[in-house]
């Protein structure tokens, strides 16, 4: 059953995406809605509202990512009508998944599918990932990101209870095992040949950096959004978002991260580069 929804829900996200004359993507609120089986838009627009609000609090324009238009919905036998409805942002969609019901498979696919897409499009627009052309450049700018939202990480973490090194470590693992298909850091590092004093991190390509980067960033969102409390909570929590990391790249047709070649430290490229890596923990 798992096999068939994610084959056959997530190309829908897709299916619905329409494009603007200059090129902009965007969705209608009530295709998105029968998208994530909601017989009734009322109980939808709930969902809308709540959505407005994260993207008000996060210091965001409600009227840039959901604009309110009428959208014509086919009865069929010809019978079209005309309803109140949003034009909606890939962002906008990405916050709406995030406070649909959770207990949808479609809702939980689509929550996977939106932050994945929405973290990938942040990327891009990056003016500075743009201006690089080298697999060195893009490691060590991922590299530079990844340490920076790790530290992040690490204080969302805290708030939510995990203060001991050891107790890191613990929830650090969760993450990887999630990611890694139940790997740990230290069968990580015997699967990539490592010593124990190198960092994983460190010998990561740019396409494996990214994945651990959608990791970090997603876990502290969801650490911080639903105020998750409890080191167990938090443990959880690493370990969902990293498989559900995993579970994207698998249907996408990536290759999985533990299988992805050992590179060299990126260590080696800081002296060629202006941008030095700040320490973090791996």
């Known amino acids: ?110 929550q996977t599918y939106f932050a994945v897409q929405t973290r990938l499009q942040e990327i891009r627009h990056m003016d500075e990932y743009n201006q690089l052309s080298t697999e060195d450049e893009k490691r060590l700018f991922l590299r530079t990101e990844l340490a920076k939202h790790n530290t992040q990480l690490a204080a969302a973490a805290k708030d939510a209870g995990v203060i001991e090194p050891i107790d890191y470590a613990i929830f650090q693992n969760h993450g990887y095992k999630g990611l890694y298909g139940g790997l740990d850091a230290k069968a990580i590092h015997a699967k990539k040949g490592l010593k124990k004093s190198q960092q994983i991190l460190d010998h990561m390509g740019s396409t494996e950096l990214a994945a651990n980067l959608f990791r970090a960033t997603q876990t502290e969102d969801k650490l911080k959004r639903e105020q998750i409390k409890g080191k167990e909570k938090a443990n959880k929590t690493h370990y969902e978002v990293g498989k559900k990391v995993r579970q994207t790249i698998l249907e996408i047709g990536g290759e999985m991260p533990e299988n992805l070649p050992t590179a060299d430290s990126v260590k080696k490229l800081e002296p060629n580069n202006s941008t030095k890596l700040p320490k973090t923990k791996k």
């Open 1 to 110: 059953m798992e096999n068939k929804i994610s084959k056959t829900v997530l190309p829908v996200f897709e299916q619905i995406k329409h494009t603007d004359n200059n090129g902009n993507e965007f969705w209608m609120a009530r295709q998105l809605s029968k998208a994530l089986e909601y017989t009734d838009f009322r109980n939808f627009s709930s969902v809308i509202e709540k959505a407005k609000e994260a993207c008000k609090n996060s210091g965001q324009k409600i009227a840039d990512h959901l604009v309110e238009v009428n959208e014509e919905i086919n009865h069929g036998k010809g019978a079209i009508s005309s309803y109140p409805s949003y034009k909606l942002s890939r962002y906008a969609c990405y916050l709406i998944v995030q406070n649909a019901d959770p207990n949808k498979e479609t809702v939980a696919l689509g």
